[in-house]
């Protein structure tokens, strides 16, 4: 491990350390945050006992539909604009200020449109993932170099296998980029709607515990969802810092 | 069995020029953004086949722009190219081309790169292995087969774009300032190890150059480039043989033809800078 890397560890632990401290001597109340060895304890009864198994599968299947949906749809449409500029320099502001909209407050129209339900949720996650993912893959398609293209053609090469073989994987790292960001607002998307819009899911058993003041419940699984989203980012980044070093400086 | 017509056309005419250009000109519409750029021409070329041409010119003066004429990436707006009797439409087969920019695909590895086109042509893999290995030694690069083009310098990139064009056995190699990214000493050996290659390969070479010196030590004709829109305001016959290499630097003659060059090209450089 880098410094760096040994520096943050010691950064986390010092934190944690801290807050199990405060909690202990009561600076913290138990009403408000558990210690943080009881949320280990409780995230290992919540695993063992198997209760909620069925809440993280829903979750991280709708996690998973959500990310692969607006990282194809996110890529098509970003492709279908770039290659057409007029259109592009239209709507190019409008991605640009898209997240300025607090898009959870269309929940409703979702409700009407796809009941209560993942269907809903999933569709609220794409909604919130999808942007990032067609500015990405403007960016991505950019910056292929036009010597590339060159090169291709003087290798006979038709549309469809430069686009596939030259263009994809020169564009590639940037569109990671893009498929990193969806993925996280995939997540948020669909932990977030769960709260209001589900019955089952990660995010419904947390809203359950807090209305039952089952304080020690609810610290289990959100250090359940930090654990899960830590583990699917550091495989993320993995595959990113590969593609980064195959840029040039 | 009887020699069909088309194999008889196959038989090279020494008397043809391998390619010729004849009244070429480029302009770049700006599509009433502005005036059009008139980049090129009009540009009378003929190559002989198996010559090493080499062009010099202030930059830019339209040197990129006649070399995608001649790789069919680009068409004139008037005149006519063609390459080996039939006029230039799309790249022609058997022409090969080492760009200005860095053209090395940073996804694959130094023989990945190199043998990409011989893949793409379903060439048999034992042959592409052989191709593959030759060039990437000729090219000095042995040591970085497995490397990627990211851990690379700018120079040994252009040396693995010159290896992937040139293990496609083109007949016309085209490149554009393909040392440009390398010192002058290293500069010069690179000369020494591209004159033994046309002289292995008995392609014709189509080199564009800022280096005077480099110009009248590798080719057989040097074309002279005006300010854009860039014509050929000269073109020298340099009279070396073809055993010829680096050495020849010293020859009395060589100072002669560099100084011509440069006397030549000194008013157009001036114009380049003036105007911007
Ligand atoms: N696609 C294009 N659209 C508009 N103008 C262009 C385009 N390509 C080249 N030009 C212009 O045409 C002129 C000639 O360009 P070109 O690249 O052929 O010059 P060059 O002699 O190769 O220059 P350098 O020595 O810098 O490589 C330049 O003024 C350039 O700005
Ligand atoms: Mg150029």
């Not at chain 1, 980012?233 to 195959?246: F, Y």
């Not at chain 2, 920019?101 to 990945?112: G, H």
């Not at chain 2, 630097?249 to 090209?265: A, C, K, M, N, Q």
């Amino acid at each position: 491990m880098t410094r760096e890397g040994w520096i943050r560890l010691l950064v986390i632990a010092a934190a944690v350390a801290a807050l199990e401290l405060a909690c202990r001597l009561g600076w913290v109340p138990v009403t408000v945050v558990i210690p943080p060895s009881a949320m280990a304890a409780s995230l290992v009864d919540i695993l063992a006992s198997g209760k909620h198994w069925a809440d993280i599968v829903i979750s991280l299947r709708s996690v998973a539909i959500a990310a692969v949906l607006s990282i194809g749809l996110g890529f098509l449409v970003g492709a279908v604009i770039h290659a057409w500029p007029l259109v592009r320099g239209a709507v190019e502001p409008l991605l640009a200020s898209y997240y300025a909209v607090p898009t959870f407050m269309f929940y409703p129209v979702f409700i009407i449109l796809f009941g209560v339900g993942p269907a809903a949720i999933v569709a609220i996650a794409v909604l919130l993932a999808i942007v990032s993912m067609i500015s990405a893959t403007l960016v991505g398609l950019d910056r292929i170099p036009l010597v590339l293209r060159k090169t291709a053609r003087m290798m006979h090469m038709g549309p469809a296998s430069r686009a596939l073989l030259i263009g994809l994987p020169a564009a590639l790292p940037h569109l990671f980029t893009g498929v990193k960001l969806a993925v996280a607002y995939a997540f948020i998307g669909v932990i977030a709607s769960e709260f209001i819009l589900s019955g089952a899911g990660m995010g419904y058993a947390i809203a359950y515990a807090y209305n039952n003041f089952d304080n020690r419940e609810m610290y289990g699984l959100m250090l359940l969802i930090i654990l899960v989203v830590t583990v699917v980012n550091t495989g993320l980044d993995a595959v990113d810092r590969r593609l980064q070093a195959r840029l040039r400086r | 069995m009887s020699v069909s017509p088309a194999e008889v056309a196959v038989v090279p005419d020494t008397a043809m020029p391998h390619a010729r250009l004849v009244g070429v000109t480029r302009v770049f519409s700006r599509r009433g953004k502005g005036e059009d750029i008139h980049a090129l021409g009009p540009i009378d070329l003929d190559l002989k086949r198996g010559e090493f041409f080499s062009v010099v010119g202030p930059s830019g003066c339209g040197k990129s722009t006649l070399l995608d004429v001649l790789a069919g990436l680009a068409t004139p707006t008037s005149g006519t190219a063609e390459f080996e009797g039939r006029p230039i439409a799309g790249v022609p087969a058997g022409v090969g081309a080492v760009f200005q920019e860095d053209a090395s695909f940073p996804w694959l590895s130094v023989t990945d790169n190199v043998a990409f086109g011989l893949r793409r042509a379903g060439v048999d893999p034992a042959e592409i292995a052989r191709r593959v290995d030759y060039a990437i030694g000729f090219m000095g690069l042995r040591g970085f087969a497995d490397a990627y083009p990211a851990q690379l310098s700018g120079g040994m990139r252009q040396r693995v774009c010159i290896a992937r064009t040139l293990v496609m056995q083109p007949r016309l190699i085209l490149l554009d300032e393909p040392f440009g990214a390398l010192d002058a000493q290293t500069r010069l050996l690179m000369g020494d190890e591209l004159l033994r290659m046309w002289r292995e390969t008995g392609a014709t070479v189509l080199l564009i150059t800022h280096a005077l010196d480099e110009a009248a030590m590798l080719a057989d004709r040097v074309g002279v480039m005006s300010a854009r829109p860039g014509v050929f305001i000269d073109i020298v016959a340099t009279g070396w043989d073809a055993e010829r290499d680096s050495r020849i630097v010293s020859h009395p003659r060589f100072g002669d033809l560099t100084g011509h060059l440069w006397e030549r090209l000194r008013v157009e450089s001036l114009k380049h800078l003036r105007e911007g």
